[in-house]
């Protein structure tokens, strides 16, 4: 029999705070942590505007020697993964060294690529870093988190794009579930907040020049983020009989690949990766209370994301809230999956449904309630979080309260 | 490190600021291991000795092996500052 997987750690880190109780704050006050970049020198863009970690002092959590080795992606995942474990308390504490492992999104350091190669490009420097290597492999992160926390068992990176860390969460769950692994810290973290990657994006034109609104007619794309998210899982059995806090019940996860195209989504596959956790869980459309959204704010994502909501979830839809945090922490890319996970864990364990902000006008091909403007307190019994990646790649998350 | 070669002071205070050791314990038959300096540590130091004196230190030279002395390493940063500055004069 499959072992039941417990949530009993999470960590956060996005422009809504650098801990999980500001990151609960802000939803529910409905905090925007969009602003115009600070970071960067924006002034040859016109997308001036991301959602940032501000004052995130890497002094305040690692020593000067350390964090020479580390992008500020690897920073935010170390950091958060202690988070999470913290919160978790001795979750590691007699595991055997095989049966503890870490997975998490692959994320390049594109702060290490990007210093670098200015240095080498525009200052004709002779050579770059020693250490632009070691910072910017995708692996980073979770071989930094493996060190930091004594992890010596199934560790490695999966890269799916905007799904990289729901990937990685839905992994470790199968592998506590199977009875491989009895804990796993998985999550994701990144920071695509350099000159050349906020360049790229823009030249892809999918920003929004002047703020995040899913599901609102008038929105105009999606705002760039930075942060990271962590959880600890568990099996049950075992953080029941360690007396360990149980924040949720990880039920189910469904994948899909759209092989349509490389940056547009596809609406049969959306919905057949809900279709799949669902099935996966155990649960019948009607008991799902909420659902974290991907919910980028293109034009694209949020009407097929609503077709395939209404696919999935039929006459339901009509009383189901669906809101996207995109609009309050921005599209945090590879941590994304990770903070939509904490964010829905928080909904059903607090019983509130975090708002979709920034929305202004009802859209017709997108039909749904978002909790516009304002959290809503709600009993959630079961919840789901999406992630629908550039490339097809789709994750979904679903999670059920803990009763004890 | 005693020396009487300003050229070589300035090259042993550097690394001692470096790496965090005072430098009267660099002698020159002490393995920069045994300083605590990893090898990763040294890839750095070297980086930063070559941005500082304006050097390009090769690869391939007597600092590549995994057993290099403080001696070592000075000498061979001296010894090319000191070709360097032969050719510029």
Redesign the interface.
Known sequence: MPARVAITGLGSLSALGQDVPSHLAGLRAGTVGIGETQGVDVSTMKTKISAEVRDFRPEDHFDPRQLGLLDRTSQFAVVVARQALADAGPALEGVARHRAGAIFAASVGFHAVDDSYHKLYADKAPRPHPFTVPRAMPSGQVSHITMDLGIHGPSFSIASACSSASHAIGTAFHMIRSGMLDVAVAGGAESQITYGMLKSWEALRVLAPDGCHPFSKDRAGLVIGEGGGAVVLENMDRAIARGATIHAELVGFGMSADGMDITAPDMASAAASMRFALEDAGLAPEQVGYVSAHGTATALNDKTETAALRHVFGAHLDRLPVSSSKSQYGHTMNASGALDLVTTVLALREGFLPPTMGFNEPDPECDIDCVANASREAPIEAAISSSFAFGGLNAVLAVRRYEG | MQTDDPAVAEIVDFISGEVGVDSNLLTPETPVAELGISS??L??T??KL?SRFGI?IPNDGPLSGNDVTVGTLVQHVADLLAAQKAKTA
Do not use: R, Y
Request: charged fraction near 50%.
């Open positions: 990763l540590d890839i750095e070297i980086f070559e390009e």
